[in-house]
């Protein structure tokens, strides 16, 4: 089977605190704070996390409307950091930080950045009623521990902004480590090429269409570029976090999708469809 295959789908990435620090995908973005939360102690502290918030509302330059704002968001932040020690404890090898979003709820940075248009349940029949369902592989020998990180097929991490473009971040870094594994070379591809051009539609909901800052789905992105040709470099095709008119130039195409499929919701197949296929367009939930 042909490397360049996108193997996809299983749920939009959004994490409130970043299990990486991240490098800005526009210039003029702030860099993530390292902040690495693996101790206890710190965290049970009340002014130890009064002076990481100032630190923080400083490094982000936020301001809030009066004190009442500012105490909820300094709440905010407390209940945030103390959520990624949890996460932390249970997997003590991740590392967990303090981002542009750590003064933001779960549900208003799902609200503001994701865009999701559909419900849960709407959205998993979408993407199984829009692809051809991944062939079952076998799962004996996987490797215990693999990660594409080390084998070069992931680039670098991006900031979408406030722009609710997951859905094409999520389908452009599939396509860049399905890229890798067919010309061993890294492409980094453009996310504002889907923003921009794709307004591709779910068959069964022509209602359901990507469109751009307010929300899509991976599986129509697959079947936009399919139809395009492919996708632009980001350097050739730059993101802007907005929604924009579309400047597609099939001249510079530097990566094309050949085909794509859904992976079963079973942790093994996941495993060995990554393994195989390289990194997976996947929905953090």
Not at 54 to 61: A, I, S, T
Not at 83 to 104: C, I, N, W, Y
Not at 223 to 248: A, I, M, N, Q, V
């Amino acid at each position: 089977m042909d490397h360049r295959l996108v193997a996809a789908l299983l749920v939009l990435l959004g994490l409130l605190l970043s299990p990486a620090p991240a490098a800005a995908a526009a210039g003029d973005e702030e860099p993530l704070i390292r902040q690495v939360v693996g101790g206890a102690d710190p965290l049970d502290n009340d002014l130890e996390l009064d002076s990481q918030f100032l630190g923080f509302v400083q490094r982000f330059g936020k301001t809030y409307r009066d004190a009442e704002e500012h105490a909820h968001r300094l709440s905010v932040f407390k209940a945030n950091l103390r959520r990624a020690r949890r996460h932390q404890m249970l997997d003590p090898s991740a590392e967990h930080g303090v981002t542009k979003f750590s003064d933001l709820t779960p549900a208003e940075f799902r609200r503001t950045f994701l865009g999701l248009k559909t419900t849960r349940r709407s959205f998993l029949r979408e993407m199984a009623e829009s692809a051809h369902d991944a062939p079952v592989l076998p799962t004996d020998g996987l490797p215990e521990d693999f990660d594409w990180r080390d084998h070069g097929a992931v680039g670098p991490v991006k900031n979408q902004g406030s722009c609710g473009s997951c859905w094409s971040f999520s389908a452009s870094g599939a396509l860049e480590g399905a890229n890798y594994l067919a010309t061993g070379k890294m492409e980094v591809l453009s996310e504002q090429q889907l923003v921009d051009c794709d307004h591709e539609c779910d068959p069964a909901e022509p209602d359901s269409c990507d469109a751009g800052c307010n929300g899509g789905l991976m599986t129509s992105a697959f079947s936009y570029l399919l139809k395009s040709g492919g996708l632009e470099r980001e350097k050739d095709y730059p993101y802007t976090g907005k929604d924009g008119t579309c400047k597609f130039e099939k001249s510079k195409i530097a990566a094309s999708v050949q085909n794509f499929s859904v992976v079963a919701v079973d942790e093994e197949q996941i495993a060995a469809n990554l393994v195989k296929y390289g990194p997976l367009a996947s929905e953090y939930n």
